[in-house]
Nanobody, 120 residues
Framework: VQLQASGGGLVQAGGSLRLSCTAT????????IGWFRQAPGKEREFVAN??????YYADSVKGRFTISRDNAKNTVYLQMNSLKPEDTAVYHC????????????????WGQGTQVTVSS
C-alpha cells in the first residue's frame, strides 16, 4: 500500500489544520493507520491510531486532535484543533499489518511527511 500525507502548513497558535492520508494500491479500511510526528532533533513520536472499532491518542494531543476514516475516499484524516507551538513537526501516516499501536517499528508502510508549523 502507498500512502500520501497532505494538508500541512503554517498556522498560528490556537488554530486548526486537517491532515489527510490517502492510500493507493490497497483499501485503507483493511489496515490500522497511525499518525506520527517528528520534530527537529527529536525521535519520531506517536500521535494517533485508528482501527476498525477504536482509536487511540497520545496524551499530548488527546482532546485536541481527532482521527477519522473515510473508506469511500480511501483516506484517513487527522483534525488538529487548538494547535500549540510544540505541535510543530513533520507529520507522517503509516499502516500496520500487526496489532501494534504506538511503536513506529510495528508499522510496515509509511508515507512521506507533511510539515506542520505552529507560530506563537
Amino acid at each position: 500500500v502507498q500512502l500520501q500525507a497532505s494538508g500541512g502548513g503554517l498556522v498560528q497558535a490556537g488554530g486548526s489544520l486537517r491532515l489527510s492520508c490517502t492510500a493507493t494500491g490497497r483499501t485503507v479500511s483493511n489496515y490500522p493507520i497511525g499518525w506520527f510526528r517528528q520534530a527537529p532533533g527529536k525521535e519520531r513520536e506517536f500521535v494517533a491510531n485508528i482501527r476498525r472499532t477504536a482509536s487511540y491518542y497520545a496524551d499530548s494531543v488527546k482532546g485536541r486532535f481527532t482521527i477519522s476514516r473515510d473508506n469511500a475516499k480511501n483516506t484517513v484524516y487527522l483534525q488538529m484543533n487548538s494547535l500549540k507551538p510544540e505541535d510543530t513537526a513533520v507529520y507522517h501516516c503509516a499502516a500496520t499489518v500487526v496489532s501494534g499501536i504506538r511503536d513506529p517499528s510495528d508499522y510496515n508502510y509509511w508515507g512521506q511527511g507533511t510539515q506542520v508549523t505552529v507560530s506563537s
